[in-house]
Antibody
Framework: QVQLQESGPGLVRPSGTLSLTCAVS?????????WTWVRHAPGKGLEWIGE???????NYNPSLKSRVSMSVDNSKNQFSLKLNSVTAADTAVYFC???????????WGQGTLVTVSS | DIQMTQSPSSLSASVGDRVTITCRAS??????LNWYQQKPGKAPKLLIY???GLQSGVPSRFSGSGSGTDFTLTISSLQPEDFATYSC?????????FGQGTKLEIK
């Protein structure tokens, strides 16, 4: 099964841009049609951020749509997340995951904590 | 957005107990319901997909059922490694949404 690994800065300044990459290993990024980002803020439930097709087509959560963008780099076997104009409310553990045929999420990366603070 | 409501929000049980967690959707999601287990500091782990499909490697003491708006996750005989937080997720329509989680603790 493919393995996923998130990477990116663990600290982002308020009003800045959060940028994360998810590297796909032990397999091809083409092994799944869709890839997704999910976050888990302290004391809250899991929140779906959006998904990207291997061709680059995207679906975003309307609650974040104005601030989020995703991209895929098939040559590097990775996909990325950008979230701009961040505030403390964006502090969370960010996960990348594959999307199954009926929308379940598997496999998952280990997650990366992003803190928004000055 | 489809709202997912889990009950209870927390639960204390003993090893060997049978446990049931409920998830209710704000509208019909047919068979697009998935369950995850999450332990502190770890990524969620897919347990059950499409209501009742047992993910590879997941023990058979885990089972799922339901349809329409009401779904359940059952653990037939709790083991020490099962104490964790369980979340349901609807994949019927975007934005995909999760329940708030049920924390299963040792009694």
């Amino acid at each position: 099964q493919v393995q996923l690994q998130e990477s990116g800065p663990g600290l982002v300044r308020p009003s800045g841009t959060l940028s994360l990459t998810c590297a796909v290993s032990d397999g091809s990024i083409s092994s799944s049609d869709w890839w997704t980002w999910v976050r888990h803020a302290p004391g809250k439930g899991l929140e779906w951020i959006g998904e990207i097709y291997h061709s680059g087509r995207t679906n975003y959560n309307p609650s974040l749509k104005s601030r989020v963008s995703m991209s895929v780099d098939n040559s590097k076997n990775q996909f990325s997340l950008k979230l701009n104009s961040v505030t403390a409310a964006d502090t969370a553990v960010y996960f990348c995951a594959g999307v199954g045929p009926k929308g379940w999420f598997d496999p998952w990366g280990q997650g990366t904590l992003v803190t928004v603070s000055s | 957005d489809i709202q997912m409501t889990q009950s209870p929000s927390s639960l204390s049980a003993s090893v060997g107990d049978r446990v049931t967690i409920t998830c209710r959707a704000s509208q019909s999601i047919t068979g697009y319901l998935n369950w995850y287990q999450q332990k502190p500091g770890k990524a969620p782990k897919l347990l059950i997909y499409a209501v009742s499909g047992l993910q590879s490697g997941v023990p058979s003491r885990f089972s799922g059922s339901g349809s329409g708006t009401d779904f359940t996750l059952t653990i037939s005989s709790l083991q020490p490694e099962d104490f964790a937080t369980y979340s349901c997720q609807q994949s019927y329509s975007t934005p995909y949404t999760f329940g708030q989680g049920t924390k299963l603790e040792i009694k």
